[in-house]
């Protein structure tokens, strides 16, 4: 913030790493639930793609259960 130009803070004062997150978390429904589990979706989808595709450990690195991991993908249409 201190290093911002101007009274505001714009998407230029910020680091681009943060930038490139939120490019990638956008667009959402402008209804709440939906954004939700648009976001759900997206990280569940990062984490098995980190997980190497593997359910067991993308259960784990989420901290749920593996049926839990099954249940949420059947759920958000993910196969």
Known sequence: MILADGDWIGL??????????VETL?????????ALRQFEKQ???????????DR???ARLLDIGLS????KLEELGIS
């Open 26 to 34: 956008s667009p959402f429904s402008s209804n709440p639930k939906e």
């Open 68 to 71: 839990s991991l099954y249940r």
């Open 12 to 21: 230029k004062d910020h680091p681009p790493s943060l930038l490139s997150a």
């Open 43 to 53: 990280h569940i989808l990062r984490v098995l793609q980190q997980a190497g595709q």
């Open 56 to 58: 067991k450990e993308a």
